[in-house]
Every structure is written in C-alpha cells, then in structure tokens.
C-alpha cells in the first residue's frame, strides 16, 4: 500500500469517529492502524501521536473523569456553596446528619467514592441541598425545616445520594472542557505539571467547577434527572428500611414552604405537587408514615431546634 | 477515497477482542483513597486491612455487589465492595512504559492525572476568598461502622450487607 492510501484509511477512520460513532473500539483501532502504519514507515512518528490524540479526545466524555478527578472537583465545588451559603456549625446536628447519611450512602448501589460520603448543614433559610460530586452533600436548615420526621430527613438525604451516585454533578460540565484538559495535558500525564500547563488546566477547572456550581444553585437538573434522583431515593429508602413516603411527607411540607419566584428549590426543582405525582405513579398505592418513637426521639434531639 | 479493508479487518478484529476482554476480569485497582478490605461481604463486617489507592489485587468470587479479593503481598482474602475497585490498571508512576500505556489505552487510567493536588492549589491560590476549611472538616466527619450498627437497631432499621447489585 502506499503512504497516501494509509493516510486517508487514517483520515477515513477519523471521519467516521468525527460523524458521532465514536467508542472505545474505534479509539483502539485508529490506535492500532497508525501504530501499524508508523511501523512500517507510512506515517511519522509526530502524524501517528496526532491521530492518537485526536481520537482520544473525541473519545472522550465526563465517564472518563476518574473518581480521584470528581473528588477534587467535588472538593472545589464544595468550597464554593460553603462560601456561598455559611455553615451552620452545630456539633450535635451535624453528627445527626452524618450518622443517617453514612447510613443511607451504604444502602446505595455506589456506597464507596473516592473521599466517601460527608454531610453538612448550611445556615440558610432557603431551601435548598445540593451534592457536590464524590460525596460532598449539603442541606440547608430552611430545607430541614420542611422535615418532620427521620423518615424525611432520610429521603432528602437520599436524593441527594442518588444524585452522586448517578453522577448528574459530573454531566454538568461542558463536554468541550472535557476535551481541552485532555488536549493539554497531551499523550501522556505527568504527575506534577510546571508553569504554562498546570495554568491551563487551572482554567479547565475552574470553569468545570463554575458548570457545576451555576447547574446546583441557578439552573438546576433537567426534570429527567430530577426524577431519578427520587426513583433512587425510593430505592435506598425501601432498603434502610425507611418509609418511602417519607419523601412524599417533606415534598407536602415544601409545597407550603416555597415561596413562588424564590430563588432555592422553587427555581431549580420542579414543583413539589408534581414530584409527588411521579413517585406515586411508580408506588404502588401508599400508606400512612408510621411513626417509630426512637426514630423521632432522636430526629428531635438533632435537629428539633433547626 | 477507497475504504481500506484492511482497517475494516483491524476494526472487526477488535470488537471480537475487545469483547474477549469483558468476560476475564481477574485482578482489579482499589480505586478509593482507603480501600477497606473486610471479613464478610457486608459495611458491618470486620475491617481487615486497609488497601491504598491503586492496589492491584486479585479476585475471586462476587456476591451482591460484593467482591472477595486476594490483598497485594499474599495476605489473608477478603471482601471489597464492587465501588471500590476498578477494573482499569491505576498506574501511581509517570513518565514509566506503564504510564505512557495509561494515556493511550482505556484499559488503564493515570493516578494523579489531571484535576489533582496542585491544580487545587492553584486553584485556591487565584480564589482566595473560597475557603476550604469546611471541606477538609467535612472529609473527616466519619462515622464507625459501631455507631451505624447501633443507630440501625435502635431505629429498628434493616441491618444493610450495604450496596445494592
């Protein structure tokens, strides 16, 4: 064959990744093709690390950050809402809420992240909870106040998880960063990166966490994720052992609570009537929340005073 | 332009390969800071050992989510939850023949690569206003598998073997 024919087989098979099939297995033979066309002298060395490169990044998308990427990510993201919104540093609330999140993170079918499952109370009448990528979970002492029970708590705290556990954090980031982290660090990663290039990857980063951030406190999830996220509560809830309903019960509270035009749950969720309306079509009928007299001692000993 | 057939070959080689690959699957990364390695295939069995990010280890059989390994250096088995380990290669090192494999090959994936450590840091260093305190106090509220337990009980709660699938 000559040079010419294997270059436009190059060209040819990067086309067909370009037109939208791009998979792991077009990655492998573009690999494959150049690295046979490079050994028998048909394209340089340079031409076949191009091409590599190229198809990788197509390639590429948010299922490729690594768990150890999404807990810095998370980490950043994290700091953002905390600076935002303010802790509500209250010892004995906190460990409530980390006791029955740990609890429910380990019912979930992704208990273990890369930094695990962590939880904190916001000061903020709003209401609002958000989960970082990784594990990082926030709920604000506005949205704990539609909970009147540990049954509700848990179901929050549950959406939450679900959306962690299906990484939607993640899928808020513009695919093109995705793309330009993986065109600037090149072939190969190093692990400390000098002056120019950790720069640029700074500026990756810090408009993925803005993508994040701006999705979690402006724009919101699409309504397909969003009911996800509660078809997964319900899972998780269901496994625990908590009464499904619970979310039912803290959506209820929350329809009375929003404020029409508010700027936390009212504009990033869909309605509360209309979530309830989703998750019941699934359920099969509903009973009243029993009421377990521990669950309640101790969900009012935590945040009774929220 | 003629379509080459001899990368028509090499592409439907490959997805025979490719799915080859799907089916083995015996040694696995740890693919969490702390990998806890424990006596029984639930979140309340005894932690045995404690495996760092990366480890390579061997495994042997899989229940309800749960993964029964062989640890790095011969000890003694025990189990992981499937969300721990990935079957990717994690490769500690850069700048060896294994790293190079790692950036070219979806099979592998490079610790350290990309959004890490020092992009954190430069990251803070032009926001100074964002405070991470919180964040690194967040990392450290955990919770021992004891409390759970205990928690689990008194709220007449379902004892999790924990995870699902």
Not at chain 1, 115 to 130: K, M, W
Not at chain 1, 234 to 241: E, K, M, N, S
Request: hydrophobic residues 40%; proline residues 4%; charged residues 25%.
């Amino acid at each position: 064959m000559t040079r010419i024919r294997w270059t436009a087989a190059a060209a040819l098979l990067l086309l067909a990744i370009l037109g939208g099939t791009g998979c792991a297995t077009l990655e492998e033979a573009a690999k494959v093709g150049t690295s046979v066309a490079k050994s028998q002298g048909r394209v340089t060395d340079d031409q076949a690390k191009s091409i590599t490169k190229v198809t990788k990044a197509v390639a590429k998308s948010f299922e490729d950050i690594t768990p150890e990427q999404e807990y810095y990510i998370g980490r950043s993201v994290g700091a953002v809402l905390v600076n935002k919104y303010k802790p509500y540093p209250n010892g004995p609330a906190n460990d409530y809420l980390n006791l029955l999140g740990q609890t429910l993170a380990q019912a979930s079918d992704r208990p273990e992240t890369f930094g695990g499952y962590h939880f904190l109370i916001l000061d903020s009448p709003e209401i609002n909870a958000f989960a970082a990528p990784g594990g990082l979970i926030f709920v604000s002492r506005g949205m704990l106040r539609c909970c009147r029970s540990e049954d509700a708590v848990a179901a929050v705290l549950a959406h939450e998880i679900a959306h962690i556990q299906l990484r939607h954090g993640l899928q808020a980031i513009d695919k093109s960063r995705v793309t330009e982290a993986l065109t600037i660090l090149g072939a190969e990663g190093t692990k400390s990166y000098g002056g120019q290039k950790l720069a640029d990857l700074t500026k990756v980063f810090e408009g993925s966490i803005s993508d994040v951030t701006s999705t979690l406190v402006n724009n919101g999830y699409s309504r397909g994720f969003e009911r996800e996220a509660d078809a997964g509560a319900v899972t998780i809830l269901a496994r625990v052992g908590y009464d499904p309903d619970g979310l039912v019960a803290m959506l209820t509270v929350m329809e009375k609570n929003l404020k029409p035009g508010g700027l936390d749950f009212a504009k990033t969720h869909p309605s509360p009537g209309s979530r309830i309306d989703d998750i019941q079509r699934r359920r099969a009928g509903g009973k009243a929340l029993a009421e377990v007299p521990a669950r309640q001692a101790r969900f009012r000993k935590g945040l009774g005073n929220i | 332009m003629r379509r080459s057939p001899a990368v028509l070959l090499v592409c439907l080689a490959l997805l025979g390969f490719s799915a080859a690959i799907e089916g083995g699957g015996k040694e696995m990364s740890v693919q969490v800071k702390q990998g806890q390695v424990r006596a029984t295939p639930s979140f309340l069995g005894k932690v045995v050992a404690t495996l760092a990010y990366g480890d390579r280890v061997e495994t042997l059989e899989e229940k309800d989510g749960w993964i029964r390994i062989v640890p790095p250096g011969g000890k003694a088995p025990g189990w992981m939850h499937s969300s721990a380990l990935s079957q990717k290669r994690i490769v500690l090192k850069a700048g060896t023949k294994e790293a190079e494999l790692a950036a070219s090959s979806g099979e592998l994936a490079l610790a350290g690569k990309g959004f890490n450590a020092d992009v954190e840091a430069a990251f803070k260093a032009s926001n100074k206003g964002i405070d991470f305190t919180w964040i690194d106090r967040m990392q450290n509220m955990n919770v021992p598998p004891d409390k759970i337990l205990a928690f689990v009980q008194e709220g007449k709660l379902i004892p999790a073997g924990g995870g699902g699938r």
